[in-house]
């Protein structure tokens, strides 16, 4: 189960897909949102869900986009411009920090001395889990 990073407002859940409004006015354009994305149509959270972070926010899946096997995409905005993952303002998941790789698709997220590297295989080695359960 996918669950929310923040707290926020469900603005949009289609097919695959579903943003999460930080700020909760409803409105992709402004604040922070975060986009999921290949969330599984059932149990997805619906438009207009208020949701806490840690509530799960759908099932990954292969919904959504091109994909050869079962996982979720974050992106996240901020005024409605995209904001990369590496960077000044890197995105730091409970201490794990994304690092572009030398292609897409090919970055890493590293916490203390752990360094997990993205891989299209969807082996353990790859998997990370929130320490939130």
Request: glycine share 12%; with cysteine; hydrophobic share 35%.
């Given at each position: 189960?996918?669950?929310?990073?923040?707290?926020?407002?469900?603005?949009?859940?289609?097919?695959?897909?579903?943003?999460?409004?930080?700020?909760?006015?409803?409105?992709?354009?402004?604040?922070?949102?975060?986009?999921?994305?290949?969330?599984?149509?059932e149990k997805r959270a619906p438009a207009g869900a208020s949701l806490?972070?840690?509530?799960?926010?759908?099932?990954?899946?292969?919904?959504?986009?091109?994909?050869?096997?079962t996982h979720v995409h974050i992106a996240r905005k901020y005024n409605?411009?995209?904001?990369?993952?590496?960077?000044?303002?890197?995105?730091?998941?409970?201490?794990?920090?994304?690092?572009?790789?030398?292609?897409?698709?090919?970055?890493?997220?590293?916490?203390?001395?752990?360094?997990?590297?993205?891989?299209?295989?969807?082996?353990?080695?790859?998997?990370?889990?929130?320490?939130?359960?």
């Amino acid at each position: 189960m996918a669950t929310a990073i923040a707290d926020g407002l469900v603005i949009r859940s289609e097919y695959g897909e579903i943003v999460l409004d930080l700020d909760g006015d409803g409105e992709e354009r402004t604040g922070w949102n975060i986009f999921y994305l290949h969330l599984a149509t059932e149990k997805r959270a619906p438009a207009g869900a208020s949701l806490r972070a840690g509530e799960p926010v759908g099932f990954p899946s292969c919904e959504g986009g091109s994909s050869t096997g079962t996982h979720v995409h974050i992106a996240r905005k901020y005024n409605g411009e995209w904001i990369p993952a590496e960077g000044i303002l890197a995105f730091n998941l409970e201490g794990w920090i994304a690092h572009n790789g030398s292609q897409p698709y090919l970055g890493t997220l590293t916490r203390n001395n752990q360094v997990v590297k993205a891989c299209t295989c969807s082996n353990q080695a790859s998997f990370i889990r929130s320490d939130r359960r």
